[in-house]
């Protein structure tokens, strides 16, 4: 699911909200203890991200859908995360993951022990993503917000 843009905030009880991160749209797919990423335009970008490939010590199989974001000052940098887009060789991409990682920001699950999430509703996969607890030193679930008029909005103070 993409943003896309409106002319304001929806109301009700059927919506939830989540923060754009400015990052890179990802599938995380985790299996037999490997980490494999995927950009929306189904390009393998694995060796440009080496700080996500703790990844595969969580869990056995599962398939994440997030967004990886730099970020300058708890502000993300499309700037800075933008060096990393077409980086192929494994010495850059350890080079650039040390002086400016990412995060993985982990909005959904599409699969979890060979099970396909995808024809259950987003609110029981965003459940069962919450109960994972993935939180790591470059991936986390940020929060979902309720309905509601948005306010300001902090990414520096944001989960």
């Not at 991200?49 to 859908?65: R, V």
């Not at 040390?98 to 965003?126: C, E, I, K, N, Y």
């Amino acid at each position: 699911m993409l943003a896309i843009p409106g002319d304001r905030v929806p109301t009700g009880a059927e919506w939830a909200h989540e923060v754009k991160w400015d990052g890179m749209r990802l599938l995380a797919e985790v299996q037999a203890g490997q980490v494999r990423l995927t950009s929306r335009t189904e390009r393998d970008v694995t060796v440009a991200f080496p700080e996500l490939a703790g990844l595969a010590t969580q869990f056995e199989d599962m398939l994440l859908d997030g967004e990886a974001v730099v970020m300058r000052d708890g502000i993300p940098s499309f700037a800075a995360l933008a060096e990393r887009f077409h980086v192929t060789s494994p010495a850059k991409a350890g080079a650039l993951a040390a002086r400016a990682p990412v995060t993985f920001m982990v909005f959904d699950l599409l699969r979890l022990f060979g099970a396909d999430l995808t024809g259950q509703p987003w609110s029981a996969r965003r459940e069962l993503l919450e109960r994972l607890d993935l939180t790591g030193p470059t991936w986390q679930v940020p929060a979902v917000h309720d309905d509601g008029e948005p306010g300001p909005f902090d990414p520096r103070t944001a989960t």
